[in-house]
């Protein structure tokens, strides 16, 4: 069974904190995303990496950037959080290409 | 651009059918289904790559019609198991004919199904 782990279910932080949440997988999976689910919304894609120190931005990366240095872990920063950035966090995996993704359980950010 | 999900919201009695449908204004390369349970992670349903390609899961199935740039989830029979929101995602086609599995997904329909 593919397994995602994220390093928090939930997370309370000040604005202007640096915030950093990991994501881990452990099925040698190539590409790695981070999404952000605010209601009504659906899921909008903020980083995705397709291999080790690759990064592409996605939809919505203004205020946050990533670190791929080993295959299995893809970090999400948040430089300098605010109270917008308060949201569901999810990270997915996929093998290669378009193929299924795998989503972990989330992290619930709240900045205050 | 997101992808357009219609309707936002449907409520069925178990037995019944639903069709979810999913609008692109781009050309697509491919476009994929996921099922997400309150409180939970999204959980993949199925992937279509080509035009006219329909796929079956138990009686959950889809279409992709590439010309239109849409496509559609059938629930058939509906269970109490199907309640939850469903997305499609989409991944446009580039110009290198790469695909990076990189996803702009719809707001989501709800689905609820009473008994």
């Known amino acids: 069974d593919v397994k995602v782990t994220q390093s928090s279910r939930y997370l309370v932080k000040r604005t202007g904190e640096k915030v950093f949440l990991e994501c881990v997988q452990d099925m040698d999976h190539e590409n790695m995303f981070w999404y952000r689910q605010d209601p009504g919304l659906g899921l909008r894609l903020i980083y995705f990496s397709y291999d080790v120190k690759m990064k592409e931005k996605g939809d919505i990366p203004e205020g946050y950037s990533v670190s791929r240095e080993k295959k299995e872990r893809f970090s999400l920063i948040l430089e300098s959080a605010s109270t917008n950035q308060t949201s569901m966090y999810l990270c997915?995996?996929?093998?290669?290409?378009?193929?299924?993704?795998?989503f972990g359980p989330g992290t619930r950010l709240t900045v205050t | 651009q997101q992808p357009v999900q219609s309707p936002q919201a449907v409520i069925l009695r178990e037995g019944e059918d639903a069709v979810i449908n999913c609008s692109s204004s781009k050309a697509l390369y491919s476009v994929h289904w996921y099922r997400q349970k309150h409180g939970e992670a999204p959980v993949f349903l199925m992937i279509l790559l080509k035009g006219g390609e329909q796929k079956g899961h138990e009686k959950i199935s889809a279409s992709f019609n590439e010309k239109k740039q849409q496509s559609s989830l059938y629930l058939t029979a509906s269970q109490l198991s199907y309640s939850g929101t469903y997305f499609c995602?989409?991944?446009?086609?580039?110009?290198?004919?790469?695909?990076?599995?990189?996803?702009?997904f719809g707001q989501g329909t709800i689905l609820t199904v009473h008994p």
């Open positions: 995602g989409t991944e446009g086609r580039n110009a290198g004919g790469t695909s990076y599995g990189k996803l702009t």
């Open positions: 997915a995996s996929s093998l290669r290409g378009p193929d299924e993704q795998y």
